[in-house]
């Protein structure tokens, strides 16, 4: 079993900047995949980001040149760094693990972001 806890969220201008945080229970370097994702209302979960056990990175077209996946091994921590915000990723972001053929999820931090 794996435990994520979420922080970071908040409100912002548009234009601004967030850093989420994912804190996990074990030891991320035995994770195959850390991965953000991101619900609005109305709307279904999507992926935002994902990094691998190896550092590989991916990204949602909609975030790219803007957001940034990253991990400390050492902490246990993924992180997602936003810049450049805009109202459209206002959303409850999601921290998620997948290891040996089971997904965990955190309980998800919300960004606002206003126009």
């Known amino acids: 079993q794996v435990q994520l806890v979420e922080s970071g969220g908040g409100l912002v201008a548009a234009g601004g900047s967030l850093r989420l945080s994912c804190v996990a229970s074990?030891?991320?370097?035995?994770?195959?995949?850390m991965s953000w994702y991101r619900q609005a209302p109305g709307k279904q979960r999507e992926l935002v980001a994902a990094i691998t056990r190896g550092g590989s990175t991916t990204s949602a077209d909609s975030v790219k040149g803007r957001f940034t996946i990253s991990r400390d091994n050492d902490k246990n921590m993924v992180y997602l760094q936003m810049n450049s915000l805009k109202p459209d990723d206002t959303a409850v972001y999601y921290c998620?693990?997948?290891?040996?053929?089971?997904?965990?999820w955190g309980q998800g931090t919300q960004v606002t972001v206003s126009s």
């Open positions: 998620n693990a997948a290891w040996a053929g089971r997904t965990f």
């Open positions: 074990e030891g991320i370097f035995r994770i195959d995949v």
